[in-house]
């Protein structure tokens, strides 16, 4: 086994740590922090800030300081802990998120990413971007249809990154570093460092972020003979400006760019070797920029929110087993061509601008009104490249010269809140969504050149009805009934082998009916969230393909719709020991018969349960505040079901991870030793399907250790 001395020093760690435990005096536990007694959380999940008990809608938010004790690099970290949330990750920065069982194979994302007041979805990529959890604030997950405020692809829920703010009063910097070692792997890494300056007090200040990580990786290829092929890298930095004019108008800059670098997927057989014959890496670069500006007119609050988004994309694929077979159909004899490769090139460019007016104050009449404006531009190449070279580069596969899909859109929306008595409070919401979508391509398969446009105007009416009783601060019960929407798009109609192609495929549409609560002793020892919902997704985006051919295409069809369940339980017996259980299950399935499925057939990539528990003891360790924490994550398997794909579904693993960190605390001064996938599990997280010829698995056991500063 690799790095065995590393694993005999974290154990050995752990078990000094823990023999200090068992002699310190355990009873002088002292008071718990402001998070863990279950203090206010301030969320603006509906675009105004707000008590989370008081949101009237089902919501989870996770404090930056929650992150840094359950070490969450990224919120897959946290994922099973977050009801009603499930990620499919292959590798860094590819991973597909839903929410509440709403999945398909196939389309545009179903849910919307932000990081603050920044849209971060890409058109026809249910991949989401990745986001570091660098100086987080918060992440807010918004659970059931968000069409009202979010928009086109918020169908299931909305995922939120709220960075910190810039401190206008004090200077302060802080520093992190974090280093574990793999399993029968790679050395995983992290550095990172946050510095405020308040340049002139209350009026101007400066916030600087940046982090490196280093993923080490733990699949080999011997074809190759290259170790720990899917290591990598994350380089993220950050910049916020803060300028505050008098006490009406302040405005902030924001920029941040992020470059992640992998040499391959996290896929393998089960003793973590893979046999491409080509090495496969992934390259993304992110720029993002936004201008935040508001105005406090007396009552009313003026926002304007405008960003660009640049991201770049290069990915080698290999696609020899795909295409090795047709060659001799090109005269070429066996064993002439050793390997074949895709090279894929996308970028994207997108522009936004969102402007909206805000009512203040406790009044009981409360309203948003707003506008968005949104302008993609995005394309998409890719050639094929053959060991040696036989045939032309791109006879096989091409998409020469640009591949361009641009959208734009706007909407207009409003809420309106009125309470009927002091604690009965109803609100209406309402969306009207156009987009204006052309594609054009120039492609090639095997050599048959096509051109291909496509041109449409996709529209949408977004409405939301709540009720929220409010009989007491610790009491809130909802009844939430809303839309989501996702735009339609086109397809390569020219396929070069005489099959009609539909030239585009049209919007699905979700309803979701909700009754949940919110109860919090006045003590606040106890908390408690509970939903119940039903789903109706119809005129679904549906994937499929001709026989023997690998041409796939988007249509519309069939339903899906089921019941479901999520809620999270925090207990604190004594305000040193705070427990948590989390846990989310729903029967999303095939109501009809579709191209790609039978009525029956549960939604792809869709758990029934996933939950989660978790337990924190805090301690005086001599005179250091300190703590020992357990988390558990479990989810059910999956499967995907593509029928005119595959004769039989194919399934992912259970997920049952377990981690435990312990530390302690100076005055300025933070460090811990942890462990992650203790019980070491090589769960399949995604099975081995269409050109994937080997599943994405979970990373092995890694034992670590993090130490940071601040002043």
Known sequence: MKNGLRYTLGITVFGLLAAG????????????????????????????????????????????????????????????????????????????????????????????????????????????????????????????????????????????????????TRYSASAAGEIAGIDSGGTDWKGEAVVNVPMVTDQLGARFAGSYQRFGGWIDNPLLGERNVNSGHALTLRGKLAMVFGEKL??????????????????????????????????????????????????????????????????????????????????????????????SDTKNNIFSEEMRLSSNGAAPFNWTIGGFYRNSRGSANSIDSQTPVVLPPGLLLSASGTNPENSKSWAVFGEASYALVPTLTALVGLRYFEDKRVQNSVSSTFGNTAVDSGRGKFHALSPRFNLSWQPSNGVNIYANVGKGFRSGGFNLTSTGFGNPVPPSFGPDTLWSYEIG????????????????????????????????????????????????????????????????????WNNM????????????????????????????????????????????????????????FQAAPAFSDTQSILNARIGASGDNWSASVFARNILNRDSVLYPAFASLIYPARQQPRTIGASFSVKY
Not at 126 to 148: F, Y
Not at 559 to 584: F, H, M, N, Q, R
Not at 604 to 631: C, K, M, N, Q
């Open 517 to 584: 609560g919110k109860f919090q002793t006045d003590d606040r020892k106890l908390s408690l969230e509970v939903a119940g919902y039903r789903n109706e997704w119809s005129d679904v985006q549906v994937t499929t393909n001709f026989a023997g051919l690998p041409i796939n295409f988007t249509t519309n069809g069939g339903k899906l719709s089921g019941w479901g369940v999520d809620g999270s339980l925090t207990y604190l017996p004594i305000p040193a020991v705070t427990l948590t259980v989390t846990g989310g």
């Open 250 to 343: 302040k405005v902030g800059l924001t920029v941040q760019h992020q470059e992640l670098e992998i040499g391959a997927q996290n896929l393998s057989t089960d003793d973590q070797q893979v046999f491409d014959r080509v090495a496969t890496p992934s390259r993304s670069n992110v720029t993002i920029a936004n201008a935040l500006l508001t105005y406090v007119f007396g009552d009313v609050t003026l926002l304007s929110s405008t960003s660009f988004l640049h991201r770049r994309n290069n990915q080698i694929t290999d696609l020899t087993n795909t295409f090795l077979p047709f060659l001799p159909l090109f005269g070429v004899p066996a064993g002439a061509v050793s390997s074949i490769a895709a090279i």
């Open 589 to 644: 399935a095939y109501r009809s018969n579709t191209i790609d499925h039978r009525a029956g057939d549960p939604a792809d990539y869709v758990p029934r349960f996933t939950g989660s528990a978790s337990a924190e003891y805090r301690f005086d360790l001599g005179s250091l505040p300190s703590f020992v924490r357990i988390d558990y994550q479990y989810s059910d398997k999956f499967q995907i079901f593509i029928r005119n």
């Open 21 to 168: 435990i068992s002699t310190s005096a355990l009873a002088q536990a002292t008071v718990a922090d402001e998070g863990a007694a279950g203090g206010d959380i301030i969320v603006t999940a509906q675009k105004r800030e707000q008590k989370l008990i008081d949101v009237p809608i089902s919501i989870t938010a996770v404090t930056g300081e929650e992150l840094t004790r359950r070490g969450a690099n990224a919120v897959e970290d946290i994922q099973f802990a977050v009801p009603g949330l499930a990620i499919t990750q292959f590798a860094p920065g590819q991973q597909r998120v839903n929410i509440r069982g709403v999945s398909v194979y196939s389309g545009l994302p179903t849910v919307g990413v932000y990081l603050d007041e920044i849209p971060l979805n890409i058109e026809a990529n249910q991949l989401g971007q990745d986001v570091r959890l660098l100086d987080i604030a918060r992440v807010e997950v918004l659970r059931g249809p968000q069409g009202t405020l979010y928009g086109q692809g918020a169908v299931s829920g909305t995922l939120r990154y709220i960075t910190s703010d810039v401190d206008l």
